[in-house]
T-cell receptor, first 110, second 114 residues
């Protein structure tokens, strides 16, 4: 299975601090995506990075991809209480399957 | 903004009963998915559906499960004879372009099997 695995499992930070989480995966990919899930809600797409890209930005989000190490990181800068959620990386096994990791639960303290 | 809608939001059923979970994907999307998430655990792939047939399924998606797109708008997941371990949140998702694009998720249907 291609599933990504996030690290750490949980993260607690103060509002205004940065949050960094990592994802490792097993085999080659075309794309890697990050999603957010607020408690009890559906997943929301944050950002997609292609295998030939090394870094991508979207607002306060920065994603890196290192295909040689089969890893990606998601950085949330200047965190807010509203960033409290679980964050998942997802890798494409094939055209028809996106596999999710176990997620990192981020708590932003006011 | 277009969204994926799922019904019911919560269903309680007795073990052994049949359950149908319904989804209306985004109208111009071509790829459809069901995922499940047992409370506090990872989001697990169940099945994907493209061009009116199953394109990929996981080992979880055994003979008790089936999917259908009966009328070109709804996308249903049927569990024929529910087990206690089927209790989970079931998410429907749709995508315009498969692996190259983002998945749009519904808010989920919580299934509780007693």
């Amino acid at each position: 299975s291609q599933q990504g695995e996030e690290d750490p499992q949980a993260l607690s930070i103060q509002e205004g601090e940065n949050a960094t989480m990592n994802c490792s995966y097993k085999t080659s990919i075309n794309n890697l995506q990050w999603y957010r899930q607020n408690s009890g809600r559906g997943l929301v797409h944050l950002i997609l990075i292609r295998s030939n890209e090394r870094e991508k930005h979207s607002g306060r989000l920065r994603v890196t991809l290192d295909t040689s190490k089969k890893s990606s990181s998601l950085l949330i800068t200047a965190s807010r209480a509203a960033d409290t959620a679980s964050y998942f990386c997802a890798t494409d096994d094939n055209d028809y399957k996106l596999s999710f990791g176990a997620g990192t639960t981020v708590t932003v303290r006011a | 903004e277009p969204e994926v809608t799922q019904t019911p939001s919560h269903q309680v059923t007795q073990m052994g009963q049949e359950v149908i979970l319904r989804c209306v994907p985004i109208s111009n999307h071509l790829y459809f998915y069901w995922y499940r998430q047992i409370l506090g655990q990872k989001v697990e792939f169940l099945v994907s559906f493209y061009n009116n047939e199953i394109s990929e399924k996981s080992e979880i998606f055994d003979d008790q499960f089936s999917v259908e797109r009966p009328d070109g708008s709804n996308f249903t997941l049927k569990i024929r004879s529910t087990k206690l371990e089927d209790s989970a949140m079931y998410f429907c998702a749709s995508s315009l372009s498969g692996r190259t694009g983002e998945l749009f998720f519904g808010e989920g249907s919580r299934l509780t099997v007693l």
